[in-house]
């Protein structure tokens, strides 16, 4: 069965870096597009970046542009998030997924790797 395993979470402070990896396993990696969401306490999941099968087109929150860069190795079936000049509200579970298209509803999920921005 496919599995969607997230890495390299952490606690970092305001200004630092981290990068996220999800790799996949019991599916075709390169069929989807991959996708990074975030779920910070009290609030609803949302959509952090996507990226095409075969990194042609990438999408990015308004909050995240310019900060954080997605992008995968299909050969490594791994998808990475890095992430720069990170804040406090940055501070969430993030979650791999796979999916169809951009910004539609994925169909498998990662566990969820939580990021702790300290000001």
């Known amino acids: 069965q496919a599995q969607l395993v997230e890495s390299g979470g952490g606690l970092v402070q305001f200004g630092g870096s981290l990068t996220l990896s999800c790799t996949g396993s019991?599916?075709?990696?390169?069929?989807?597009?991959m996708s990074w969401y975030r779920q910070a306490p009290g609030k609803e999941r949302e959509l952090v970046a996507g990226?095409?099968?075969?990194?042609?087109?990438?999408d990015y929150a308004d909050s995240v542009k310019g900060r954080f860069t997605i992008s995968r190795d299909n050969i490594k079936k791994t998808v990475y998030l890095r992430m720069n000049n990170l804040k406090p509200e940055d501070t969430a579970v993030y979650f791999c997924?796979?999916?169809?298209?951009?910004?539609?509803?994925?169909?498998?999920w990662g566990q969820g790797t939580q990021v702790t921005v300290s000001s």
């Open positions: 019991g599916l075709i990696f390169s069929s989807y597009v």
């Open positions: 997924s796979a999916g169809g298209q951009l910004g539609d509803s994925p169909h498998y």
């Open positions: 990226i095409t099968q075969y990194s042609g087109a990438r």
